[in-house]
Each structure stands twice: as structure tokens, then as C-alpha cells.
T-cell receptor
Framework: SAVISQKPSRDICQRGTSLTIQCQVD?????MFWYRQQPGQSLTLIATANQGSEATYESGFVIDKFPISRPNLTFSTLTVSNMSPEDSSIYLCSVEESQDYNEQFFGPGTRLTVL | GQNIDQPTEMTATEGAIVQINCTYQTSGFNGLFWYQQHAGEAPTFLSY??LDGLEEKGRFSSFLSRSKGYSYLLLKELQMKDSASYLCAASDSNYQLIWGAGTKLIIKP
């Protein structure tokens, strides 16, 4: 399975600032996703990162708040813009490798605290 | 709408067996996944079912009934390290995963 790394692993940020989270995969993958997981909650899909085109956002998430880049098949970034304490969460990237079924592998996550 | 239901929390004893149930309603269906997530860690894949029946993988088994929109994860010979959250996710017609809220499993000695 793909090995996925995320940077930073955690950060504490001030209200109103922005943070960019990087996701690096050790192999080329077609599908990359960004999720948010708030304490004690399940995963919420933010968007699908599309290589060479704009990300596909889920309801409740917009590009201005969560701009995403996917310059190639092994790398993506998620920016959390103009942060507020409500953005405090774990942000996870995941990838799909298999063409047979959509099993997802997850990165270790980025724990974000906004003060 | 699309929905996944699973119990919020379960408690079991070390060495015992526990069954975690999941019911789903999705627009189309392309399989059911179970993931394990230890506190503070990312989810890791446990199982995938797309056909009816039981899939066994060591101490863990997963069952699917497509007609009932129902799955369960069976954990045998429970160990303390099995204390974790177990996430059920169904793949819809667009191959998008619809996630349940997770079941927190507490193992007691």
C-alpha cells in the first residue's frame, strides 16, 4: 500500500492566519482526498483533489476557505484560510490506489489548534 | 438521503467476542468498508465486502447483507490493543465513501 506523509503533524495557530498542509505519497495515485475529523467525530470529506484541475468540494466547504492544489499525482496541499477556533480539528489526506474498489489509505493527519 | 448508523460505544471483555453492527442507506452501493482508528491516529483499513456473506481475516470477520443494508464486524479473542474506534463506510453509486460516526470499543481486562 502507498506510504503517505503529512506536514506539519501538528500546529497551533492564531485566529485570522492561514496554514498550508502538505500531503506526499510515495507512488502515483489517481484519487486524493482531504478530510476533517473533529474530536470524537467521524470523518467529513472536504474535497477531492484533482490533478491538473480545480478540486471538487463537498457541501459546506468552499475554495476560498480551503484552497487545494494538486500539481502532480503524488502531492497535494490543503490551506485552511482565515482560521477561527472552529477550524481546530485533525485534517487527513487519503488516497485511493486500487482500480478494483475504492479502498482509501490515510496519512497520519495534521492536528490543528486555532487560538 | 444517505446515512450510516452504528452504535456510539460498546464495551467488551478481554478474550471475548464482540459484534459491531452497521446499517446503511446509500444512493447505489459499491461495497462496505470497515476501518480501525486508534486514538490520535489515522484510520487503517480492515475489510471490504461487496457480496453477501462473511469474510474472515484472522481474528476479524466482516459480514454483509445487501438486501438488508446491513453489515457487522466481528472481533474474536479480544485483546486490549483492540480498544479503538471502528468506522463503517459505504461506497455509493459515485464510488464516494459515506462514513459512519464510528463505534468506540472499550476493552476491559
Amino acid at each position: 500500500s502507498a506510504v503517505i506523509s503529512q506536514k506539519p503533524s501538528r500546529d497551533i495557530c492564531q485566529r485570522g492566519t492561514s496554514l498550508t498542509i502538505q500531503c506526499q505519497v510515495d507512488s502515483q495515485v489517481t484519487m486524493m482526498f482531504w478530510y476533517r475529523q473533529q474530536p470524537g467525530q467521524s470523518l467529513t470529506l472536504i474535497a477531492t483533489a484533482n490533478q491538473g484541475s480545480e478540486a471538487t468540494y463537498e457541501s459546506g466547504f468552499v475554495i476560498d476557505k480551503f484552497p487545494i492544489s494538486r500539481p502532480n499525482l503524488t502531492f497535494s496541499t490543503l490551506t485552511v484560510s482565515n482560521m477561527s477556533p472552529e477550524d481546530s480539528s485533525i485534517y487527513l489526506c487519503s488516497v485511493e490506489e486500487s482500480q478494483d474498489y475504492n479502498e482509501q489509505f490515510f496519512g497520519p493527519g495534521t492536528r490543528l489548534t486555532v487560538l | 438521503g444517505q446515512n450510516i448508523d452504528q452504535p456510539t460505544e460498546m464495551t467488551a471483555t478481554e478474550g471475548a467476542i464482540v459484534q459491531i453492527n452497521c446499517t446503511y442507506q446509500t444512493s447505489g452501493f459499491n461495497g462496505l468498508f470497515w476501518y480501525q482508528q486508534h486514538a490520535g491516529e489515522a484510520p487503517t483499513f480492515l475489510s471490504y465486502n461487496v457480496l453477501d456473506g462473511l469474510e474472515e481475516k484472522g481474528r476479524f470477520s466482516s459480514f454483509l447483507s445487501r438486501s438488508k443494508g446491513y453489515s457487522y464486524l466481528l472481533l474474536k479473542e479480544l485483546q486490549m490493543k483492540d480498544s479503538a474506534s471502528y468506522l463503517c463506510a459505504a461506497s455509493d453509486s459515485n464510488y464516494q465513501l459515506i462514513w459512519g460516526a464510528g463505534t468506540k470499543l472499550i476493552i476491559k481486562p
